[in-house]
T-cell receptor, first 109, second 113 residues
Framework: GQNIDQPTEMTATEGAIVQINCTYQ??????LFWYQQHAGEAPTFLSY??LDGLEEKGRFSSFLSRSKGYSYLLLKELQMKDSASYLC??????????WGAGTKLIIKP | EAGVAQSPRYKIIEKRQSVAFWCNPI?????LYWYQQILGQGPKLLIQ????????DSQLPKDRFSAERLKGVDSTLKIQPAKLEDSAVYLC???????????FGSGTRLTVV
């Protein structure tokens, strides 16, 4: 079957680090995406991991372990503008993504 | 490059009425998707097109929803008749290849009253 699990909500402090976890079960796995979605807006692409390991892009990093069906998104030096939902999505054949429900991240000053 | 264009931005209709949404993908993106996103949930795929052919419409409620992509460019999604539970944001996305992910349009927020 296809399943993506991530926490519903997390809270962190401005300037701190937060890790958002995602576990997945998808047949024909072809990589793992992270998207950011601000309230009332469309999701925007953050990262794509297809091989095991850590990919770093500025303040954001994404990690994948295919053997464990596990990924995380790491956000450093949190800013108030990082308050958003973070969606994990597993890719499979035919360019399809299987989406998690999203993790709402609340940043407090 | 221009992004994915969607219209209208907002729509309020009464139940049992019909409504149509329009999407123009990024130029050159062969794959186009329509998603339904209910508040607090992840996007749910309604239909996927590859050029003007349907790749997957297994989750499209075909008794009331229809979509087409004539000429393999822009696309329309129609709901007829609408139900209260159709209230959601309808997102259109396009992709060139899997590594670049999807680019989403700004979405249409539909409210059925």
């Amino acid at each position: 079957g296809q399943n993506i699990d991530q926490p519903t909500e997390m809270t962190a402090t401005e300037g701190a680090i937060v890790q958002i976890n995602c576990t997945y079960q998808t047949s024909g796995f072809n990589g793992l995406f992270w998207y950011q979605q601000h309230a009332g807006e469309a999701p925007t692409f953050l990262s794509y991991n297809v091989l095991d390991g850590l990919e770093e892009k500025g303040r954001f990093s994404s990690f994948l372990s295919r053997s464990k069906g596990y990924s995380y998104l790491l956000l450093k030096e949190l800013q108030m503008k990082d308050s958003a939902s973070y969606l994990c999505a597993g890719a499979r054949g035919n360019y399809q993504l299987i989406w998690g429900a999203g993790t709402k991240l609340i940043i407090k000053p | 490059e221009a992004g994915v264009a969607q219209s209208p931005r907002y729509k309020i209709i009464e139940k049992r009425q019909s409504v149509a949404f329009w999407c123009n993908p990024i130029s050159g993106h062969a794959t186009l998707y329509w998603y339904q996103q209910i508040l607090g949930q992840g996007p749910k795929l309604l239909i996927q097109f590859q050029n003007n052919g349907v790749v997957d419409d297994s989750q499209l409620p075909k008794d009331r929803f229809s979509a087409e992509r004539l000429k393999g460019v822009d696309s329309t999604l129609k709901i007829q008749p609408a139900k209260l539970e159709d209230s959601a944001v309808y997102l259109c996305a396009s992709s060139l290849d899997i590594t670049g992910g999807y680019t989403f349009g700004s979405g249409t927020r539909l409210t059925v009253v």
